[in-house]
């Protein structure tokens, strides 16, 4: 096998020539086959740069995109900040505006009804509004405290619902009607307190009016009450 491999064997057997003919074939087809390797390398090379270029043109004109984007919603947001600034401050003058009505329907109502006010507090409103289900109401009564200063009132209120039943007058305790547990008809209230609850009117019972007590037992001492008519609580909230 090494003699196979010796130079001198093929000289002795073919000839000097042909060996060094066939060296040389041998060499140029190698030079060849190098050559045609770096340029397909150096091809293969220019498209993945050419690739990449367009991959970085597109990225740069998606950064531009989005800093045309980014520019346009600090305009608007800018615009947005602007807008709710005087937003706000008309809600401020809408605010002072409405204290400063309340404290004079407050003042007028300590001179004509002064039993709708006690300790600065006053039974605001309650309103209707009727649910999908028939006879299925909800209501929302508001307690107000008119004062400047204000400071912790704790009292209990009381809701009766007062109709007609075969030609009777009937009273209904609406708490009770809207599940409101005993412990919840207290409450602890500074500027203002919700009563909020949904019931069904009994069956048969005809509404008149909503007569409300609260009872003030910390902070101020005193009983309110005020009586709300069925129909008007009902227009109210925009319902005939």
């Known amino acids: 096998m090494k003699k196979f491999l010796q130079l001198g064997y093929w000289k002795e057997r073919f000839g000097r020539l042909p060996v060094v003919l066939l060296i040389t074939v041998f060499c140029a087809a190698v030079?060849?086959?190098a050559y045609y390797g770096g340029?397909?390398?150096?091809a293969h090379l220019k498209t993945q740069v050419s690739e990449q270029q367009q991959q970085l043109q597109q990225l740069y004109q998606q950064l531009e995109r989005m800093e045309y984007q980014r520019n346009v919603l600090q305009v608007e947001l800018d615009i947005e900040k602007s807008s709710n600034q005087g937003l706000q401050q008309q809600l401020g003058l809408l605010q002072e505006e409405n204290y400063s009505l309340r404290e004079n329907v407050a003042f007028y109502q300590k001179i004509m009804a002064p039993e709708l006010q006690q300790g600065g507090v006053i039974i605001e409103s309650l309103a209707l509004s009727a649910n999908q289900a028939e006879r299925h109401f909800h209501f929302s009564l508001a307690l107000?405290?008119?004062?400047?200063?204000?400071?912790?009132?704790?009292?209990?209120i009381a809701i009766q619902l007062v109709g007609r039943k075969d030609g009777k007058e009937k009273r209904y305790d609406l708490?009770?009607?809207a599940n409101i547990k005993q412990v919840d008809h207290n409450f602890a209230m500074r500027y203002f307190t919700l009563y909020e609850g949904d019931f069904f009117l009994p069956e048969g019972v005809v509404p008149e009016r909503i007569d409300v007590t609260a009872t003030l037992t910390?902070?101020?001492k005193g009983q309110l009450e005020?009586?709300?008519f069925w129909q008007d609580s009902l227009r109210a909230e925009g319902n005939t």
């Open 218 to 220: 910390r902070g101020a």
């Open 39 to 42: 340029v397909w390398h150096a």
């Open 175 to 177: 708490l009770e009607l």
């Open 144 to 156: 107000l405290q008119v004062e400047q200063r204000r400071s912790l009132v704790e009292g209990e």
């Open 226 to 228: 005020r009586s709300f």
């Open 31 to 33: 030079i060849y086959l």
